[in-house]
DNA sequence: TTATAAAAATGTAATCGTTACAAATTTAAA
DNA sequence: TTTAAATTTGTAACGATTACATTTTTATAA
């Protein structure tokens, strides 16, 4: 099963205009988690008549309909992922950087827990520092 | 082993200041992972000279010494939590509420894939409807 | 096609949580 | 006490996001 954004969207019940093929269109070839503002920049050059305001516009309507899962991973921006198949989160506390992780199918919180209550997403969050940063802590550092 | 406010900000390595006292005892007996915003609403009537930037200080270095918890849940605000054990958190959609729910101890993310970064906190966040908003939106709504 | 309505996109201004910064105050050390 | 360091304070600034009114595009139907 293979789609591009356009049949994407439909497929979850969005209209395609030509900007949300577009930010759809970054989302799934670009997996690096960026922000409302990283996707703008990155858009505008081959669509200079696009709006910020579009951009996050869109990113909410994706987000209600399921197309894609926005992280509030970092507490300052929102991040979003075009892969909404259950996944964990790495981000370094360092560079900012943002990693997928596998995720267990295990149980993290037991169902009598969450009886009366009507979960609709699940975010695992990891926080720490990948290899690199790691390294430059432990050789010289902070100027 | 039962601490107060100001035994367990030594136990950190913090010095116990008024404010820094007034703010972690607030959180050691609210657990309703409040705002900066609403601590310092909480500690002002008995503390006029309380500043704001002071809570956002003291909650900043609360959360780098590791003396509480901030969560990044809802994108908007950022949460404190006065408790620091592994647990997860639910929060409601609708009326934004936020419960612990306890974590089980089992292996989320398979330790290769982890290998090389340096994991410093994990956060297990769901999302969804509490009984009362599941409730309300069953029957009649939207006005 | 043309008229009309609905949906989407746009740009500007406003909102609001948070941080920067410099001054004032408090605390600790000598 | 004197002096330095740490902490607190208030104001101003910042920046991500949203509100809102307007314009443009798209769909519908006469």
Redesign the interface.
């Known amino acids: 099963m293979e789609y591009g954004a356009h049949g994407y969207l439909i497929s979850k019940g969005i209209r395609p205009s030509q900007q949300r093929i577009a930010v759809m269109d970054y989302l799934l070839t670009h997996r690096t988690h960026p922000t409302a503002d990283e996707i703008f920049n990155a858009l505008y050059p081959a669509m200079p008549t696009l709006s910020k305001t579009t951009v996050y516009n869109t990113l909410k309507l994706f987000t209600e309909r399921g197309a894609v899962l ?1 992280l ?4 300052k921006n ?1 991040r979003f992922d075009g892969d909404t198949r259950p996944h ?1 989160h ?1 981000m ?2 360092g560079c900012g950087c943002i ?1 997928d ?4 199918e ?5 169902e009598e ?2 009886r ?16 690199e940063c ?1 390294e430059k802590m432990k050789s010289g550092n902070d100027s």
Chains 1, 2 share one sequence.
Do not use: Q
């Open positions: 926005c509030d991973i970092d507490g929102a964990a790495f370094c506390k990693y992780l596998p995720l267990e295990v149980e993290f919180v037991r827990h969450i009366n209550l009507t979960v609709t997403d699940v975010f695992l969050y990891m926080k720490g520092y990948c290899r790691e």
